[in-house]
Nanobody, 123 residues
Framework: QVQLQESGGGLVQAGGSLRLSCAAS????????MGWYRQAPGKQRELVAA???????NYADSVKGRFTISRDNAKNTVYLQMNSLKPEDTAVYYC?????????????????WGQGTQVTVSS
């Protein structure tokens, strides 16, 4: 069974940095696009950053120049380096991955989500 395990959230002061990690585990045949989403209280979940298996990257305008997404394909892991954090970055951050893996006796391609990690930025 495929799982996405996130780590690295926490409480930081404005202007500080955090690094999120998300590792995929299971019987994985291919790990395609991976990304980070976030959801603040009372708001819809939004894309923060995404990276394809070929290294193409997309950022939300609100984080450009401050956040950096990267991946280590050998470790099935995606990272989000967050610098110059602002109070408005406070949210639960979710890892997302498009994975082709063995599930229930078949090989299935689908999108998986992590459980979420809280990031709180104090002013």
């Amino acid at each position: 069974q495929v799982q996405l395990q996130e780590s690295g959230g926490g409480l930081v002061q404005a202007g500080g940095s955090l690094r999120l990690s998300c590792a995929a585990s299971g019987t994985i045949f291919s790990l395609n696009a991976m990304g980070w989403y976030r959801q603040a209280p009372g708001k819809q979940r939004e894309l923060v950053a995404a990276i394809t298996s070929g290294g193409n990257i997309n950022y939300a305008d609100s984080v450009k120049g401050r956040f950096t997404i990267s991946r280590d394909n050998a470790k099935n892991t995606v990272y989000l380096q967050m610098n110059s954090l602002k109070p408005e970055d406070t949210a639960v951050y979710y890892c997302n991955a498009d994975i082709r893996a063995q599930a229930l006796g078949a090989i299935i391609r689908r999108t998986y989500w992590g459980q979420g990690t809280q990031v709180t930025v104090s002013s």
